[in-house]
């Protein structure tokens, strides 16, 4: 079935990541992340919708006092970035001061986490670290790299685990591959 002309979101992409190698590598990220972050004062700030499955998960993984503060973006129609990124601003925590880990799900052109890191700049934290799940290196349009990334991926459109076509699949387990 081809998803694209076939809408109904019933057929399971192919597998492209397994869940039991995301939980793997978040335990992995989230322990070397932790050792950076001991001592300071530190605020996971993740991106939603994307961010909000892996977030869960790392900061399950972060054994070290965090808070946690999500700030809404949105750029993809379908399966192109429209190259227009609105965010809300509206974070709930004050974060001058704090050393702040931007957490999203996918660096690809990179307009997304360079809007937002510059954002977050303006409000004075203290540090600014970026770490996201999947990067697509291919794909970059602007210059930014994150600080942690879980995996480098090639230029195929992946749902899953947070990622959404047109807001379906954010609930499928693993990281798969739709069939365009
Ligand atoms: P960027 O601004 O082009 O780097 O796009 C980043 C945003 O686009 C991410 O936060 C994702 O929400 C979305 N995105 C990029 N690539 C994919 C993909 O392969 N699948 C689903 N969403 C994607
Ligand atoms: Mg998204």
Redesign the pocket.
């Known amino acids: 079935m081809n998803y694209l002309k076939n809408n109904n979101y019933a057929e399971k992409p192919a597998v492209l990541i397994e869940s039991e190698k995301i939980a793997e590598r978040i335990k992995k990220m989230g322990n070397l992340i932790a050792g950076r972050y001991a001592g300071k004062h530190t605020t996971v700030v993740a ?1 939603s ?3 909000v499955l892996f977030v869960a998960d790392l900061i399950r993984n972060i054994s070290v006092p965090l808070q946690l503060d999500t700030i809404s ?4 129609e379908g ?1 192109e ?1 429209s190259g227009k ?1 609105s965010f809300s601003s509206k974070m709930k925590l004050e974060i001058s001061d704090r050393h702040v880990l931007l957490v ?12 937002l890191k510059n954002y977050l700049k303006t409000l004075n934290p203290a540090g600014l670290e970026t770490c996201v799940l ?1 990067d ?1 290196p291919s ?3 602007v210059d930014i790299n994150a600080d942690y990334v879980g995996f480098e991926i090639a230029d ?4 899953g685990y947070g ?3 047109n807001e379906y699949y954010r609930n499928l387990p693993y990281i798969g591959v739709l069939n365009t």
Request: charged fraction near 30%; glycine fraction near 6%.
């Open positions: 991106v919708n994307g961010a973006a949105y750029s993809y399966s970035s990124i999203d799900d996918i660096l690809d052109t990179g307009r997304t986490l360079k809007r999947l697509k794909r970059r349009l195929n459109f992946v749902v990622l959404d076509y």
